[in-house]
């Protein structure tokens, strides 16, 4: 047995595990693990010489002191301390989640990325909360997270300029992408407003830079601040930009986008899924055109006539297609061979109809929002769907009921109840309806 007071010499020796997240050595291992066993062969031979029951052990460990003994009692009591506190602060150095080996390390931490389920918009991990504290935890952690790419090919355009604190975001962004190396990029960006913040057209053109790596790519983007660049000799940049008249634009020219021209276009080989709204100005033909792998596609931008092609382009890939209404001009020029599952804001039945008898009857999914522009010309629509098995049409929020609405959902449930010979005449296969 070890007498108590070395326990202190022992606890000074392993300082460094006992402040830290650090893995134990093989042989520091060992030695705590035989040290712990001597402590407590030791606490349990001072328990008995003091005749400590339970209850008296735990007041003991509470109250650190008992008023009502001798000065060899108290020392023995000391003694129990000291090695209590030394089994206390040792125990969990030899817990398994320090030692687990770096490969196991690795899967977990890459358990952490989002699931490749993307309903509606994929949403990274809070990047925030990502690789950074994962470095902090130990030497041994750190090491793995710096080698897992995967970590670092995953991000928000946010959470980079909020990890970078005081540091320039671009060099945030910079060390970013170097540490995802090769590895495909999922990125979800949401810029613009008020603020003027002229460093996020320099990361937004490093991350377009970067598009032959995207997997998925979603960007929200309000109209840009920007202010005048000052001229002359003004020191004070502050009171330039609160006195500039900004003018609101796009983060990025269409050039920067898609490439200089038809010729030049981006190459997205790796790009599976694509979102874009609001102000972005990239061409989305140009997008299917460089990006022969896209399985899913959600639109929420204008698209101006000079996009329009002179021809139909033909997709054999896509399998879900969500089309807001600024663009849904981009059904008009469109084939798509394979789609299963489509969502649109509708202008006219024409349009849609037009759009689903070229790319034939493999939708199994349609959600129509404000199916109200459509009034009862549903059939139409319907009868080109033969297989679809979900049907939702969704009112806008802001829509008033009154008895045209209520007419409108009966006249589209009639439809839905018409049977000729024991069959459904209108979508047949339909498993799922919701109004």
Request: one cysteine or more.
């Amino acid at each position: 047995m070890i007498a108590p007071f070395k326990f202190h010499k022992f606890s000074q020796t392993y300082l460094h595990l006992t402040t830290s997240n650090y893995s134990p050595l093989d042989c520091e291992s060992e030695e705590i693990e035989h040290l712990l066993g001597e402590a407590q062969t030791t606490m349990e031979g001072l328990r008995h010489q003091l005749a400590l029951d339970d209850d008296e052990m735990e007041r003991l460990i509470i109250a650190w002191h008992d008023d009502d003994c001798s000065q060899a009692t108290e020392e023995k009591y000391s003694a129990l301390r000291e090695v209590y506190n030394f089994i206390e602060h040792h125990r969990p150095v030899l817990a398994a989640v320090r030692r687990l080996p770096p490969e196991i390390i690795g899967e977990i931490l890459l358990h952490t990325l989002s699931w490749d389920d993307w309903e509606f918009y994929h949403r990274v991990h809070n990047t925030r909360l990502g690789p950074w504290s994962y470095s902090r935890v130990s030497r041994l952690w750190r090491t793995v997270t710096l080698s897992l790419s995967q970590l670092w090919s995953e991000f928000s355009f946010n959470d980079i300029d909020a990890a970078a604190c005081c540091e320039p975001p671009v060099s945030t962004l910079k060390l970013w992408l170097d540490r995802s190396g090769d590895a495909p990029l999922r990125i979800y960006g949401e810029v613009g407003g008020d603020a003027t913040v002229p460093h996020y057209e320099a990361m937004a053109r490093l991350i377009v830079s970067q598009c032959h790596r995207w997997e998925i790519f979603i960007w929200e983007e309000a109209p840009y601040k920007r202010a005048p660049v000052a001229t002359g000799d003004i020191r004070d940049t502050e009171t330039v930009e609160q006195t500039a008249a900004p003018c609101r634009q796009e983060l990025l020219s269409e050039e920067v986008w898609d490439g200089a021209d038809a010729e030049h276009v981006l190459d997205r080989p790796q790009l599976r899924q694509f979102h874009a709204g609001g102000t972005v100005k990239s061409n989305p033909f140009r997008l299917l055109q460089s990006a022969p792998n896209l399985t899913t596609l959600s639109l929420g931008l204008d698209i101006p006539s000079h996009f329009l092609p002179a021809t139909l382009i033909v997709h054999t890939r896509l399998r879900l297609l969500d089309v807001a209404w600024s663009a849904s001009k981009f059904i008009d020029h469109l084939t798509l061979t394979q789609l299963e599952k489509f969502a649109i804001t509708p202008l006219t039945v024409s349009k849609i109809v037009a759009f689903l008898r070229r790319s034939g009857s493999t939708l199994e999914e349609l959600y129509i929002r404000d199916p109200v522009p459509l009034g009862g010309h549903l059939s139409p629509i319907l009868n080109m769907v033969p297989r679809l098995k979900n049907l939702s049409l969704e009112w806008a929020s802001d829509v008033v009921p009154g008895v045209g609405y209520a007419d409108n959902r009966v006249s589209i449930l009639d439809k839905l109840s018409v049977v000729k010979k024991g069959q459904p005449v209108l979508l047949p296969s339909l498993q799922s309806l919701s109004l």
